[in-house]
């Protein structure tokens, strides 16, 4: 073998690791995909996906549930800075119980405690996704954070009882994308569930992780990689026949045929092999998809000038046409929304606040639930979107908005959702919806909640309704479960 072919062989080597950590995503994008499966999981039947709905930047989700009776709301907003007025209060940030028009949430249990029938609201930007929970379709896991085991403040002296980097942006989105918090894990929990259930596809070239939102952790596996897209859709090569091959005779059709040539040929460096092999694979999947995608429409309309919106009526598109054409049995699609770190300006009123932000989240999920009805694609009970985000935020206002917290409130929708609940007890030792005063023993003086239920238990509910339930299987994606009480909190 030739010095030029060892090199290039141990660089591919260097590049697959570098790749299973998100580091060659500029090299290796959507396209690139291993074809074998595992077979662990062939006898999957019907049609299921899950939706991960990404809020960066840390969303403050305190303000997203809120406790209505008059006690308990007392504590949240003195933690708050009171009431937010901006004349008389602009630095609080709580959010004064409803009245007229604002109807609290009716009953709510809460599973940790059976009894209670206290009541709550949500942000009142939230309008659709308040009547999704009063459908019961939609429920809320709440405290939930990344864990190492379960803990209470006289624990957390100890390093080796808290998570790494516990209020850095990067390291708590790698956290939550994997499910753990083991020493040198590089894989997505929504990757390491496709090499499971990829099995169960009938098109083996399209992957069963699919996102809309750019390169991500959360959908790397063993043999998996995500097919990325965009909103607006798949982007054609410019001057080249889309698909090919070419009819006549043209300057595209020489293009063409000459790119053809390139891409059949065999090369003696294996980087360049294997980068054809990649343009290639990507090129059959836009002949595959394009024509289906551009032939598929929906009866519901999406709210223009609304990113998210835009990236859910892609997602909606993409599984009417995988169901129309049997491509896939499961699916795992990523999407994302920015703009949730709000040092400053949160409750200000502007476009960019907090309100406004909620409120294109709920405009953006009641338009793609609409589509997911009965007079769209019809596939609620198959579609469980679920929302994630690095931390939520301190209750302690900092003058003009908060800081980087720890546990938070996390939504799950859809039709097989055992909604109209809170879920918030993890099996540990802090259950129920958490004590919101500065000096309570489960949260820090700020604010930044120690959670009750980690990101494992969070994650492994979903993944086993989506269809992975074998033990060792479990395991293997989240191996810190066995540190905590229950591995399915039983909201899905």
């Given at each position: 073998?030739?010095?030029?072919r060892q090199?290039?062989?141990?660089?591919?080597r260097?590049?697959?690791?570098?790749?299973?950590?998100?580091?060659?995503?500029?090299?290796?994008?959507?396209l690139?995909?291993?074809?074998?499966?595992l077979?662990?999981?062939?006898?999957?039947?019907?049609?299921?996906?899950?939706?991960?709905?990404?809020?960066?930047?840390?969303?403050?989700?305190?303000?997203?549930?809120?406790?209505?009776?008059a006690?308990?709301?007392?504590?949240y907003?003195?933690?708050?800075?009171?009431?937010?007025?901006?004349?008389?209060?602009?630095?609080?940030?709580?959010?004064?119980?409803p009245?007229?028009?604002?109807?609290?949430?009716?009953?709510?249990?809460?599973?940790?405690?059976s009894?209670?029938?206290?009541?709550y609201?949500m942000?009142?930007?939230?309008?659709?996704?308040?009547?999704?929970y009063?459908?019961?379709?939609?429920?809320?896991?709440?405290?939930?954070?990344?864990?190492?085991?379960?803990?209470?403040?006289a624990?957390y002296?100890?390093?080796?009882?808290?998570?790494?980097?516990?209020?850095?942006?990067?390291?708590?989105?790698?956290?939550?994308?994997q499910?753990?918090?083991?020493?040198?894990?590089?894989?997505?929990?929504?990757?390491?569930?496709?090499?499971?259930v990829?099995?169960?596809?009938?098109n083996?070239?399209?992957s069963?992780?699919?996102?809309?939102?750019?390169?991500?952790?959360?959908?790397?596996?063993?043999?998996?990689?995500?097919?990325?897209?965009?909103?607006?859709?798949?982007?054609?090569?410019?001057?080249?026949?889309?698909?090919?091959?070419?009819?006549?005779?043209?300057a595209?059709?020489?293009?063409?045929?000459?790119?053809?040539?390139?891409?059949?040929?065999?090369?003696?460096?294996?980087?360049?092999?294997?980068?054809?092999?990649?343009?290639?694979?990507?090129?059959?999947?836009?002949?595959?998809?394009?024509?289906?995608?551009?032939?598929?429409?929906?009866?519901?309309?999406?709210p223009?000038?609304?990113?998210?919106?835009?990236?859910?009526?892609?997602?909606?598109?993409?599984?009417k046409?995988?169901?129309?054409?049997g491509?896939?049995?499961r699916?795992?699609?990523y999407?994302?929304?920015?703009?949730?770190?709000?040092?400053?300006?949160?409750?200000s009123?502007?476009?960019?606040?907090?309100?406004?932000l909620?409120?294109?989240?709920d405009?953006?999920?009641?338009?793609?639930?609409?589509?997911?009805?009965?007079?769209?694609?019809?596939?609620?009970?198959?579609?469980t979107?679920?929302?994630?985000?690095?931390?939520?935020?301190?209750?302690?206002?900092?003058?003009?908005?908060?800081?980087?917290?720890?546990?938070?409130?996390?939504?799950?929708?859809?039709?097989?959702?055992?909604?109209?609940?809170?879920?918030?007890?993890?099996?540990?030792?802090?259950?129920?919806?958490?004590?919101?005063d500065?000096?309570?023993?489960?949260?820090?003086?700020?604010?930044?909640?120690?959670?009750?239920?980690?990101?494992?238990?969070?994650a492994?509910?979903?993944?086993?309704?989506?269809?992975?339930?074998a033990?060792?299987?479990?395991?293997?994606?989240f191996?810190?479960?066995?540190?905590?009480?229950?591995?399915n909190?039983?909201?899905?």
């Amino acid at each position: 073998m030739n010095q030029l072919r060892q090199t290039r062989r141990d660089f591919l080597r260097g590049l697959a690791a570098a790749a299973c950590c998100g580091g060659a995503s500029a090299l290796f994008p959507q396209l690139r995909m291993i074809g074998t499966a595992l077979a662990a999981t062939r006898d999957l039947t019907g049609y299921k996906a899950l939706v991960c709905v990404y809020l960066s930047g840390g969303n403050d989700s305190w303000n997203m549930l809120v406790p209505n009776d008059a006690a308990r709301h007392a504590v949240y907003a003195a933690a708050r800075g009171g009431v937010y007025n901006g004349s008389s209060n602009p630095g609080g940030l709580a959010l004064a119980r409803p009245t007229g028009a604002q109807v609290p949430l009716q009953s709510i249990v809460d599973a940790a405690t059976s009894g209670d029938v206290s009541q709550y609201f949500m942000h009142p930007s939230l309008v659709r996704l308040a009547d999704i929970y009063r459908a019961n379709k939609l429920a809320f896991a709440v405290n939930v954070g990344p864990l190492v085991r379960p803990i209470v403040m006289a624990d957390y002296a100890q390093t080796a009882n808290r998570p790494p980097q516990l209020f850095s942006h990067s390291d708590q989105e790698n956290l939550w994308h994997q499910a753990n918090v083991s020493a040198g894990s590089v894989l997505g929990w929504g990757g390491r569930s496709g090499d499971l259930v990829r099995a169960a596809n009938a098109n083996q070239a399209l992957s069963p992780c699919i996102s809309i939102a750019g390169a991500n952790r959360f959908e790397i596996g063993l043999n998996t990689m995500p097919y990325q897209m965009s909103a607006s859709g798949l982007t054609a090569l410019s001057g080249m026949c889309n698909p090919t091959p070419c009819s006549g005779v043209s300057a595209t059709s020489v293009r063409d045929n000459a790119l053809n040539a390139l891409l059949e040929a065999s090369y003696e460096s294996d980087f360049a092999g294997e980068y054809a092999k990649v343009f290639r694979r990507g090129r059959d999947l836009y002949s595959l998809l394009k024509t289906g995608l551009d032939a598929t429409t929906l009866v519901t309309t999406f709210p223009s000038g609304n990113s998210l919106a835009g990236q859910l009526q892609a997602v909606a598109k993409l599984i009417k046409l995988s169901r129309q054409e049997g491509y896939a049995a499961r699916q795992i699609y990523y999407v994302r929304y920015g703009g949730f770190d709000l040092h400053s300006g949160l409750m200000s009123g502007g476009n960019s606040d907090h309100a406004a932000l909620l409120a294109n989240v709920d405009a953006a999920l009641g338009a793609f639930w609409d589509a997911l009805g009965p007079g769209d694609i019809d596939a609620r009970n198959e579609v469980t979107v679920f929302s994630a985000s690095e931390f939520a935020r301190t209750l302690q206002s900092n003058g003009s908005g908060s800081d980087h917290g720890w546990g938070g409130v996390q939504f799950v929708l859809g039709g097989a959702v055992n909604g109209g609940r809170l879920y918030s007890d993890g099996g540990g030792p802090i259950s129920g919806f958490p004590n919101q005063d500065l000096g309570a023993p489960n949260n820090f003086s700020r604010g930044q909640m120690i959670p009750g239920i980690s990101v494992d238990q969070y994650a492994v509910t979903l993944a086993r309704w989506l269809g992975v339930t074998a033990a060792s299987d479990l395991a293997a994606i989240f191996p810190n479960l066995s540190q905590f009480g229950s591995s399915n909190l039983g909201f899905v």
